[in-house]
Every structure is written in C-alpha cells, then in structure tokens.
C-alpha cells in the first residue's frame, strides 16, 4: 500500500505529525545501491530481462531475496517459479523411489 501525502510546509506541522510523516517516508522508502559487474554478467542480464519482460531492478531484488532467504521480498512471479521447481523436484524424486 503506497501513501501520497502532500506537505508544503513542515514547520507548520506539530511535532508529533512530523514524527509520523518521517516514520511513513522511511517504512515507505527504498534504498539504492550501486554494483559494479562485468560485461560478460550484464549481456547475460540483459539478455534475460529481454526474455522474461522483468526489470532489472525486480530480477536482482528476487535474486538477492532468494539467494538470502527473504521469500517474503521475492515477487509473486518467482516464489511460483520457485514452487513449481521444487514441486519438479519431488516429483522425480518420488517417481524415482517407486521405480526402484
């Protein structure tokens, strides 16, 4: 949920309303970084945002989620891809124990 509020003025504010105001910016906000990759890894991101009509931004912000296990920050799109993974997964490994 995204809140907009428009304020012209802050010192017109009381200090308990700018106290709110800062906590809204700040669990609302988002930081940014900068990395430094090479060529060979950002033809190979590329290509893939090509493919998958994802951002860059949403690919590395789901990449590092997983990578550290942050489920809950990973879009909907890969916690399903992810699902469907490991449902694979199971499926051969219990076709696999049936089989033997």
Do not use: W
């Not at 910016?25 to 493919?51: C, G, H, W």
Request: hydrophobic fraction near 40%; glycine fraction near 4%; charge should be positive.
């Amino acid at each position: 949920m995204k809140v907009v509020i428009f304020v012209n003025d802050r010192k017109h504010l009381k200090a308990s309303d700018r106290t709110a105001l800062q906590f809204l910016e700040m669990s609302t906000s988002k930081s940014q970084i900068a990395v430094r990759i090479t060529p060979f890894l950002l033809d190979k991101l590329n290509s893939y945002v090509e493919r998958s009509g994802k951002s860059k931004t949403d690919f590395v912000i789901g990449a590092l989620a997983q990578y550290l296990g942050c489920k809950s920050d990973m879009l909907l799109s890969q916690r399903v891809a992810t699902l469907e993974a490991e449902v694979k997964e199971l499926q051969a490994l219990v076709k696999k124990s049936y089989l033997s």
